[in-house]
């Protein structure tokens, strides 16, 4: 069972947890595009996990491989909300165009990081089963 709660697994399951919750948002954003005073929300986890993995190339001591697993498993999604200024006279600041942009970058990450997992799985079965 180690082979599925590894540093990999655990990475790829953070980004996807992220990336749901960003393409969340993203939907949320444009579907209240008219709202009068409405502000955009934004996901952030990349910066907390490459703060994580920063720290931990940076920490001279040996470190576990748990103990790593665990620190990135617990790193937060940050849920936020854009104070930018609007020229749009209801006070809404949802660009739908940034929206739209931001929706397929997420889609591209989200597909990507499917198939590296799937990639791993497909990796481990065949290192279990012994076919090439």
């Known amino acids: 069972m180690a082979y599925f709660n590894n540093l990999t ?5 953070k980004n996807l ?3 749901w919750l960003r393409q969340q948002v993203i939907m ?3 579907a209240n595009r008219s709202t009068p005073n409405y502000k955009s929300k934004y996901v952030d986890f990349e910066h907390e996990l490459k703060s994580k993995i ?3 190339n940076n920490n001279n001591k040996a470190v ?6 665990n620190e990135l498993a617990g790193s937060k999604i940050v849920l936020g909300e854009n104070d930018n200024k609007t020229m749009r006279l209801d006070g809404n600041n949802v660009d739908v165009e940034k929206e739209n942009i931001e929706m397929a970058r997420t889609q591209f ?3 990507y990081t499917v198939a590296e997992l799937n990639s791993y799985f497909a990796k481990m079965k ?3 089963s012994g076919t090439k």
């Open 9 to 13: 697994t655990t990475l790829l399951a």
């Open 17 to 19: 947890d992220g990336l």
């Open 54 to 56: 920063a720290d931990i």
């Open 28 to 30: 949320e954003n444009i």
């Open 126 to 128: 065949m290192a279990i």
């Open 109 to 111: 990450n989200y597909s």
């Open 64 to 69: 576990k491989a748990s103990e790593i697993r």
